[in-house]
């Protein structure tokens, strides 16, 4: 099953197919401590010139996490990174984008987080702008709920540049994932 096909097959919820073709799903590469900066230069370029050869609104967001797992407890040498170029793309352009980058995956990831602000904070957060955060304001609570589909590293990530591009400095006790209480 081609990914285009899967998408539609999971979207068929949707009444009207212009409106799935329309619809824009995340995706990513993932980068681990074996590429290279060049790697990542050549994802990032192959983005930027189907952009430009096809005038597509696509979205992109290099994340480098500054996590690293270890992958043996005992092996304290042994590290394990990761980092993620997603991009948010129209199921309609999935198939041209993989001549350009043939190499992606939907995001399968889900985080969800809140932030207790204060009024200064609220206002800057209420202007801002992020293609990866859904960030809503909950009046009842005074606080701001944030959801993506990315790593909790990379949702972090995204949430603090918002602050560090307004030149604040983000209160890190206010910032709490929310569990998901599927079990």
């Known amino acids: 099953m081609t990914l285009i096909n899967f998408i539609m097959k999971s979207t068929s919820e ?3 197919k212009s409106e799935i073709q329309n619809r824009k799903f995340i995706f990513y590469t993932s980068f681990n401590e074996s590429n290279t900066d060049e790697d990542v230069k050549n994802v990032v370029d192959n983005i930027k010139r189907f952009k430009s050869d096809t005038n597509s609104f696509i979205k992109y967001n290099y994340v480098k996490n500054a996590f690293i797992k270890l992958l043996d407890k005992e092996d304290k040498e042994t590290k394990q990174s990761n980092s993620h170029i997603y991009f948010k793309l129209q199921v309609s352009e999935i198939e041209k984008f993989k001549e350009y980058h043939p190499n992606f995956s939907k995001s399968k990831f889900f985080t969800h987080s809140t932030y207790e602000c204060s009024d200064e904070e609220k206002e800057m957060l209420m202007n ?7 960030i809503y304001y909950d009046k009842e609570n005074n606080i701001f709920n944030i959801k993506s589909n990315t790593t909790k590293n990379s949702h972090f990530y995204l949430f603090k540049k918002i602050f560090i591009e307004n030149g604040k400095k ?3 006790n206010k ?6 209480n599927k079990d």
């Open 128 to 134: 801002s702008k992020n293609s990866f955060l859904n």
């Open 14 to 16: 949707m009444q009207n």
């Open 175 to 180: 910032f709490k994932y929310v569990r998901n």
């Open 170 to 172: 983000m209160d890190f």
